[in-house]
């Protein structure tokens, strides 16, 4: 499992900027250290990923450091260096040399109109010690020398334990980097483990073996932590009872929070605070119920996007006197999906909660910049003639996929099945569709749910039923639950 932090690196490539548009938005830029790298050639996005000129950056840097660039025409091959490290990349592969070590890309360098050598930002500066950012109102690419920083790495230099009502916290001080995480839940013994990446332990309690602090409670029996590796802050948190630790990391205050709730005052269902008169929302059948997320997956991140909407309304739909916008329904659609979701333990990232414009190729941007493990598009569909009909839902297995637990083709299916069971239209299939932009330019596995066709009199009947939108969001709800949960049980330690 990944945190929202650590999500947005994935295999070291910028996946986060997508080409847009001048008209739309722009071209892209380059800063360095807060000023502008003037490019004769811009820089350009392939497959979703940032390239820089090489020679524009290096030449950028050459005023604080010695940066080197060499180029064998033979070979095809660029070798860089900076501060001790060395990046070797051959035109057209996805494998790099970083101090000699193999290391993959997710786009590989390439020779670009003008005979110029372009390479891929993120992966190059990061592997040099350099920090690396996106501004999606500026459109971009920030890129920030080591020395910029007042520390390169995170210094933990306390970890405290507190009670509090209802809650267990254990707060990490540090100092230096903001710290990069990643989280992971393991059974048998059942814990809770937050390691922090580019890190070392400061604390004078330490003296290299795993250390313990007291603080038995309802929620975890201990919490250890020890200096896992030469860079990584192990805290592990020995549970009582199975969930996972909420990470917040207050601005400015240099403190790391683990918050467990304490489990008395949970409802074993779905992890919501119980209440005593219940639950009255919950619907008579019982086959539309939503099963609480296992734990194991609490910290996946679902993003939720409406289809259209703004100055894009989808398809329009007739319905008497009314003329009525397909990114209505949708929005409607969104929200309730998110309102089951998040119920069910679920993390969400609404792409849009208004009536608000937002262009194809920003969608991905949106859900790649918050590190979402999964992407939900909703829809619904029209067409030139009444006669198609039925429900669909459309996925696109990228080679990405493989660093997230469950695959697109996976959550399609399972979205289908329960759309068929409960609204009940007919049975168009799951297809695979790597021209649409929210599949393919998405770092994470992503579907685009289409209910029913509005052009279809019998499904446009079904689709006016007020019980129309809650359905469709369940359904979807359902599916998303149960494809984490049966992901879960495959997680190995």
């Known amino acids: 499992m990944r945190s929202i932090i650590r999500r947005c690196l994935i295999a070291g490539a910028f996946c986060t900027a997508m080409f847009v548009s001048a008209a739309a938005g722009g071209d892209v830029t380059l800063e360095l250290d807060g000023a502008q790298v003037v490019c004769d050639a ?6 979703g990923r940032t390239l820089v000129p090489v020679r524009a950056l290096f030449e950028a840097m050459d005023g604080a450091v010695d940066p080197n ?58 592997a040099l010690g350099f920090f690396v950012d996106w ?40 100092t230096g980097a903001q710290p990069d995480y990643r989280t992971a839940a393991y059974e048998e013994p059942d814990r809770f483990v937050v390691d922090v990446s580019n890190a070392r332990i400061r604390m004078d309690a330490y003296e290299g073996g795993s250390m313990e602090i007291p603080g038995a409670n309802a929620a975890f029996e201990r919490i250890r932590y020890s200096q896992f590796d030469t860079d990584i802050v192990r805290i592990v948190f ?50 539309l119920l939503i099963p609480a997320l296992d734990w194991r997956m609490a910290d996946q991140l679902v993003a939720i996007d409406a289809g259209h909407g703004g100055k894009d309304p989808g398809c329009l739909v007739i319905d008497g006197h009314r003329t009525l916008h397909e990114k209505d329904f949708n929005l409607e659609i969104a929200l309730a999906l998110d309102n089951y979701l998040t119920r069910a333990g679920v993390k969400t990232f609404l792409l849009r909660t208004t009536d608000e414009t937002l262009g194809l190729q920003e969608r991905p941007v949106l859900a790649n910049e918050a590190g979402a493990d999964l992407f939900v598009s909703i829809h619904n569909n029209s067409a030139n003639t009444p006669v198609p009909n039925g429900s669909q839902v459309f996925y696109y297995a990228k080679e990405s996929e493989a660093d997230y637990v469950v695959g697109s083709k996976t959550l399609a299916q399972n979205i289908l ?37 509005f052009s279809n009199p019998e499904d446009r009947a079904a689709m006016l039923d007020p019980a ?10 359902q599916a998303v639950v149960d494809t984490l949960n049966r992901a879960a049980e495959n997680e190995r330690e």
Not at 158 to 173: C, K, P, T, W
């Open 417 to 453: 099945d329960r759309l068929l069971r409960h609204i009940g239209l007919a049975d168009r299939g799951i297809t695979s569709q790597g021209a649409y932009a929210v599949l393919n330019k998405t770092c994470m596995p992503a579907v685009i749910v289409e209910g029913g066709f």
């Open 468 to 477: 129309y939108t809650d359905r469709y969001a369940r359904s979807v709800a």
């Open 135 to 174: 501004d999606p109102d500026r459109r971009t690419v920030l890129v920030n020398s080591p020395e910029e920083s007042e520390f390169e790495f995170t210094s933990v230099e306390s970890i405290e334990f507190v009670a509090e009502d209802g809650m267990f916290r254990a707060s990490v001080g540090y």
């Open 69 to 126: 660039v060499k180029w064998d025409p033979t070979l095809r091959r660029v070798d860089l260096s900076y501060v001790g490290t060395s990046v070797t990349l051959v035109i057209g592969q996805k494998v790099a040399l970083v101090n000699g070590q193999e290391k993959s890309m997710e786009v590989p360098a390439e020779i670009r109109p003008g005979d110029r050598t372009f390479i891929p930002v993120r992966f190059v500066a990061e």
């Open 42 to 47: 811009p820089p350009v996005i392939v497959e």
């Open 238 to 287: 020995d549970l009582n009872t199975r969930q996972t630790g909420k990470i917040s990391m207050p601005e400015g205050e240099g403190v790391l929070t683990i918050d467990f709730t304490d489990p008395n005052t949970l409802t074993e269902e779905t992890g919501e605070p119980a209440s005593e008169e219940g639950d009255e929302t919950e619907p008579e059948e019982t086959d």
